[in-house]
């Protein structure tokens, strides 16, 4: 049997507020989304098209969401205006946003997890777990939405079903903290002694900890206002958000790509798969001041020995370890070295 609570003038703003502004930010999110994915169908049509299905469900599950949103606060605010007590309540359309987040949690989830995969050389130990982590998220997603159907109220979700929310909420941070600890790890114990290759890692380093930060702060913060103020709805209002946060951490990962890899050859530009032996700099002492000079004038008469040394060249391949082969442009260190070559030619002075 539902419950009827009145909500005192004073908690308006931390209810009906905070779905209204989360609601805003989620539409604003929403259309970044949209702007992420139009991009995307831009900028790499050559990507293959299970890729691009990809993009289409989370871009298709994102707007639903933000539909549903929608739909939650015309019934708060125009169907059941100026009834303060329906804050209680639960519309039906309400529960089923918790499960879309879920989906598309999830969905960005098993995309990280199977970049993990490929970095640590399909390490099932790692990935494995964190997989599991993420599906008993959406599990306790869809225990949360029946509960939230079955009582249609939060005094009594909270009071029946609100441990199953902490542990969806819980997990969600938890594996957004262990894909980026991995990730991140691995990424690190890539290094080499080139200091080129290493601004690269330091780069995908960079975007890696930022979408990882983003979407674990969207959840904690959803977390601590639960665990603080379950009567408020300001953790709804946060909830809101945290899908979209998600949708775009991947668009994210696939869109810089191509930046990715241009700041890679702006970075090196002498590395390339057709490198030239680089000449060692050779000087001539009666033409400047290097007191390094490895060659002195020649005199008329005498042989000379002219050295030459074929400089290390570094490659960066496609990744098969930190994405997808279809992912093309997120390198990953991948050293083909040349072993210097030295050639010692005598050539004698022209007779006079």
């Known amino acids: 049997m539902s419950q009827t609570v009145h909500v005192p003038l004073n908690k308006i703003e931390s209810t009906y507020g905070a779905l209204l502004i989360g609601g805003f930010i989620g539409i604003a999110f929403s259309g970044i989304v949209t702007a992420q994915t139009f991009l995307y169908f831009?900028?790499?049509?050559?990507?293959?098209?299970?890729?691009?299905?990809?993009?289409?469900?989370?871009?298709?599950?994102?707007?639903?969401?933000?539909?549903?949103?929608?739909?939650?606060?015309?019934?708060?605010?125009?169907l059941h205006f100026g009834d303060g007590d329906y804050i209680n309540f639960i519309p039906r359309v309400l529960p089923v946003t918790v499960i879309l987040t879920a989906c598309l949690t999830f969905t960005v989830?098993?995309?990280?997890?199977?970049?993990?995969?490929?970095?640590?050389?399909?390490?099932?130990?790692?990935?494995?777990?964190?997989?599991?982590?993420?599906?008993?998220?959406?599990?306790?997603?869809?225990?949360?939405?029946?509960g939230m159907l079955t009582l249609q109220t939060f005094s009594g979700f909270i009071e029946h079903f609100g441990w199953v929310f902490t542990v969806g909420l819980s997990l969600s941070s938890t594996v957004d903290v262990l894909i980026t600890t991995t990730l991140c790890y691995n990424l690190e114990t890539s290094r080499t002694g080139s200091s080129s290759l290493n601004r690269v890692i330091n780069l995908l380093m960079l975007y890696t900890f930022e979408n990882g930060l983003i979407t674990c702060i969207g959840a904690v913060m959803s977390l601590i206002f639960w665990l603080t103020a379950p009567r408020d709805l300001v953790f709804f209002g946060i909830h809101f958000v945290i899908s979209k946060l998600y949708a775009n951490s991947l668009l994210v990962a696939l869109n810089t790509r191509r930046q990715i890899r241009r700041g890679k050859w702006s970075m090196t530009s002498c590395t390339s798969t057709n490198a030239l032996p680089v000449l060692t700099p050779i000087n001539f002492s009666g033409r400047g001041n290097n007191r390094n000079s490895s060659m002195q004038v020649p005199q008329m008469g005498k042989p000379v020995q002219l050295q030459i040394s074929v400089a290390k060249t570094v490659e960066f391949e496609k990744t098969e370890v930190y994405a997808d082969t279809e992912l093309e442009g997120i390198s990953s260190p991948s050293t083909a070295v040349q072993k210097p070559e030295v050639e010692d030619l005598e050539r004698s002075s022209p007779k006079e």
């Open 42 to 78: 831009a900028m790499y049509r050559a990507d293959p098209t299970r890729l691009k299905l990809l993009v289409s469900f989370v871009w298709t599950l994102d707007l639903f969401h933000t539909t549903l949103v929608c739909a939650s606060i015309w019934t708060y605010f125009v």
């Open 109 to 146: 989830h098993m995309f990280f997890v199977h970049r993990i995969y490929r970095l640590t050389k399909h390490n099932l130990f790692i990935c494995v777990p964190i997989a599991v982590l993420a599906f008993l998220r959406v599990c306790s997603a869809c225990v949360s939405s029946s």
